[in-house]
């Protein structure tokens, strides 16, 4: 088991995440400053302008940084409002500039991590990205694996010992009726046309297996929340949205877009319903 975790850890990083070619950031002089720490502590002020966005930014998480061939994961320490390097071990995958992830960490007790590539303190918007996956964070620590061991597809995949199961689901992404429909689906959420995108739900789940309504709202409801409350941050930040998912074709990214409009079309209806993440799930899933 531990050698398929290693080799989910790769898959995730190299393939999923990460987009944009070998790294070429260097790593700091031992005898200098850790750069990383004064970018990382930049994290507390960005948390005083959001906190009362979502609970789930009421606390900072561990963040893994991946460089020249290694990670350095820092824990935060909130009394002193900083981040301290807790861990270092040899990054085997060769990982490429663009990965954003957050995950156990095999080497690190299996402790969650939010898990960066430098670049990403320089980018615009790049801080509200690592608080999307802070959002990650705050779902396994609060609810996800409860939810995750209530779910048909969930049981399958572990007898399968498929590990990857949120990523490699084999989803009918081609059937042109469901990825119509969820098109569709798509454009009455954007137009908070409620009563068609309901329609449009309910033909879906028809064409779908049960796991495979699983698998949708699973993902509506872990990537929406996380893509929902990134764009609340940005849109506090007056920087651009994050809308993407919205155009064909259908792909698993569509499920981030899908879940963020439904998402916020049920908080207009029930602002308390998107704190209560576990009660929010059950409501995308139903």
Not at 50 to 68: M, N, S
Not at 229 to 238: Q, S, T, Y
Request: include cysteine.
């Amino acid at each position: 088991m531990a050698n398929s975790m290693r080799a989910g850890l790769a898959l995730v990083l190299s393939v999923v995440f990460g987009a944009l070619g070998p790294s070429t950031v260097r790593a700091w002089d031992a005898a200098s400053p850790d750069p990383h720490v004064a970018s990382l502590d930049r994290l507390y002020d960005l948390q005083d302008k959001i906190r009362d966005i979502h609970p789930a930014f009421e606390t900072l998480y561990p963040v893994a940084v991946i460089e020249q061939g290694r990670f350095f994961v820092y824990v935060p320490d909130p009394g002193r409002r900083t981040y301290e390097l807790d861990k270092e071990a040899a990054e085997e995958f060769q990982i490429p500039i663009g990965v954003r992830a957050a995950m156990p960490l095999p080497f690190w007790e299996n402790r969650m991590a939010c898990v960066i590539t430098p670049e990403i303190f320089v980018e615009a918007g790049g801080y509200a990205v690592i608080f999307h996956e802070f959002v990650h964070c705050y779902q396994w620590e609060t609810c996800e694996l409860r939810l995750k061991t209530s779910l048909r597809v969930y049981k399958t995949a572990m007898e399968r010992k498929d590990f990857m199961w949120e990523l490699q689901y084999p989803f009918p992404y081609g059937d042109e009726g469901i990825a119509a429909d969820y098109g569709a689906m798509l454009e009455a959420l954007v137009t908070e046309d409620e009563k068609r995108a309901a329609s449009l739900r309910e033909a879906i789940r028809d064409r779908l297996s049960p796991e495979a309504w699983e698998y949708m709202t699973w993902q509506e409801w872990k990537e929406g929340t996380a893509r929902y409350l990134e764009n609340e941050i940005k849109a506090r930040l007056e920087l651009p949205a994050n809308w993407g998912g919205l155009e064909a074709p259908l792909t698993r990214v569509s499920f981030y877009a899908g879940g963020e409009l439904l998402i916020r079309l049920l908080a207009k209806k029930d602002p308390r319903l998107v704190r209560d993440i576990e009660a929010l799930y059950r409501r995308i899933a139903d």
